[in-house]
Nanobody, 123 residues
Framework: QVQLVESGGGLVLAGDSLRVSCAAS????????MAWFRQAPGKEREFVAG???????YYADSVKGRFTISRDGARITVYLQMNSLKPEDTAVYYC?????????????????WGQGTQVTVSS
């Protein structure tokens, strides 16, 4: 079982950059698809970015070109580098892991979730 712990959220100004991290506790996430989701107040949880267990990268259109997902070689930590942040990026950001055969952007297919980290972008 994978336990996920996010960190790195905070309050930034529009146009700033921020990197959030997701660390696997107890074991590596080798063999898992990893993804970042976010949820703003009053809205549904939405897919942001993902990395398949073979390394393929996936991005929501709203963040393409601004956000970059990556992982360390030991498959212990997944990062989300967020550049050119906008007020509409404000949300709680969640890390998730899944072992299904195909990568999915649907939140209900992910088995493991972190507790979330708040990202607030002020204008």
């Amino acid at each position: 079982q994978v336990q996920l712990v996010e960190s790195g959220g905070g309050l930034v100004l529009a146009g700033d950059s921020l990197r959030v991290s997701c660390a696997a506790s107890g074991r590596s996430f080798s063999g898992y698809h990893m993804a970042w989701f976010r949820q703003a107040p009053g809205k549904e949880r939405e897919f942001v970015a993902g990395i398949g267990w073979l390394g393929s990268l996936y991005y929501a259109d709203s963040v393409k070109g601004r956000f970059t997902i990556s992982r360390d070689g030991a498959r212990i930590t997944v990062y989300l580098q967020m550049n050119s942040l906008k007020p509409e990026d404000t949300a709680v950001y969640y890390c998730a892991a899944d072992r299904r055969q195909s990568f999915s952007t649907r939140a209900n297919t992910y088995d493991y979730w972190g507790q979330g980290t708040q990202v607030t972008v002020s204008s």
